[in-house]
């Protein structure tokens, strides 16, 4: 199967083997985002939707998330979390309200923390999408991916666009 390292011969998938990689620091940052309309905003940044104060919720969701990780993607390893921070960050024209999230996670370890930093920003818009959903479901999540990574064998990523 070629590079394709989460495949045994037979073609069918397998957890890779972690044991005889060296334990680094390891850090990973993802973002998501989720565009509200404007009440939403004012109810967010006014701490006035009935469900609580939305970013404090997002918040712990995508830390609780971040540590349940391998619990919902198959292949992916359990892992000792050593920090994870989500910071929140409105991005604000005309026309859109967008909340912007960070999700930074950590560990020493064999393997990366890329997931769990993607499952905390995820988590995070889901978190904010339900805690929202009965002033309006029209909000929009919006594109989530990796900015970087640092550790490991394969070396430091960073995103450069």
């Not at 967010?44 to 993607?73: C, E, H, P, R, Y």
Request: charged content about 25%; glycine content about 8%; overall charge negative.
């Amino acid at each position: 199967m070629g590079d394709l390292t989460h495949f045994n011969e037979e073609g069918r998938a397998k957890m890779v083997d972690i044991g005889e990689k060296a334990e680094t620091v390891r850090t990973a940052i993802a973002h998501s985002s989720i565009k509200v309309n404007e009440v939403i905003y004012d109810k967010i940044t006014s701490n006035s939707i009935k469900k609580g104060d939305v970013l404090a919720v997002a918040q712990v969701a995508g830390i609780m998330a971040s540590k349940k990780t391998s619990d919902i993607i198959p292949m992916c390893h359990p892992i000792m979390l050593t920090s994870v921070d989500i910071s929140f960050e409105w991005k604000l024209t005309d026309s859109d309200h967008i909340l912007q999230i960070t999700a930074t996670a950590k560990t020493k370890g064999s393997t990366g923390v890329e997931m769990e930093a993607l499952t905390a920003a995820s988590a995070c818009a889901l978190t904010v999408y339900d805690m929202c959903k009965a002033v309006d479901k029209g909000m929009i999540i919006g594109e989530t991916y990796l900015l970087e990574k640092t550790g490991g064998k394969n070396g430091d990523f960073k995103r450069t666009e």
